[in-house]
């Protein structure tokens, strides 16, 4: 199955990232190819993440995030259009409070995405209307160890609590990530959903 959203596909039926950049504007990330023994194959050591909240409306969810951020090892934590933090937010980071701290604050997604090498989208629906560019999701799992193929840098981009990423956020995604639920209340807090991707970041098997 090939997978793959703007700029970049994703060939995730062979277990392995093909980047395939057209005129892209983004920094170029390094992809692996022509590789014989995938088992032999060492994942390369510059791979980065960046977790990116698009208009977080409570502090709470910011102040848990920098402490999951802390659990799992990702340090790059970038804020798109969010409030100033309240007392609140630094409570719950708890041990986190360093990241916290270090937090970089934007108005706008594409500041946030300036060095941004690939960018993973995250939605609680694998599909919308019928819009081709949203129609192919990867589960968690597959993405950590399908994205350890390339060097970069990666953003994890996690909507608002409310509605999530928009249509147009979502298009500029490289790939598309779907937690699977109960349909029949499929949307996850946003720091649960944080939480499940960066766990699967961080398994042996996926690095």
């Given at each position: 199955?090939?997978?793959?959203?703007?700029?970049?596909?994703?060939?995730?039926?062979?277990?392995s990232v093909l980047a395939l950049g057209?005129?892209?504007?983004?920094?170029?990330a390094v992809a692996r190819d022509q590789v014989k023994n995938e088992k032999a194959e060492e994942a390369p050591a510059l791979l980065e993440f960046a977790v990116?909240?698009?208009?977080?409306?409570?502090?709470?969810?910011?102040g848990l995030i920098a402490r999951l951020m802390k659990n799992f090892g990702v340090s790059d934590y970038r804020l798109v259009n969010a409030p100033k933090l309240t007392s609140q937010a630094w409570k719950r980071a708890m041990h986190g409070r360093d990241i916290l701290e270090g937090a970089k604050f934007f108005k706008?997604?594409?500041?946030?995405?300036?060095?941004?090498?690939?960018?993973v989208g995250t939605s609680g629906i694998s599909s919308r209307h019928d819009r081709k560019h949203l129609r192919n999701f990867v589960r968690p799992g597959e993405f950590a160890k399908s994205i350890r193929r390339i060097s970069g840098r990666v953003g994890l981009l996690f909507g608002r609590e409310n509605y999530g990423l928009s249509v147009e956020e979502?298009?500029?995604?490289?790939?598309?990530?779907?937690?699977?639920?109960?349909?029949?209340y499929p949307i996850l807090n946003i720091s649960h959903a944080v939480a499940i991707v960066l766990y699967e970041?961080?398994?042996p098997q996926a690095r």
């Open positions: 199955m090939l997978t793959g959203i703007g700029k970049v596909s994703f060939d995730l039926s062979q277990g057209k005129g892209k504007t983004r920094r170029p990116i909240l698009v208009g977080p409306k409570f502090q709470g969810n910011m706008t997604l594409d500041e946030a995405l300036q060095d941004i090498d690939y960018i979502l298009t500029r995604c490289d790939l598309l990530v779907h937690i699977p639920t109960n349909p029949e970041l961080f398994q």
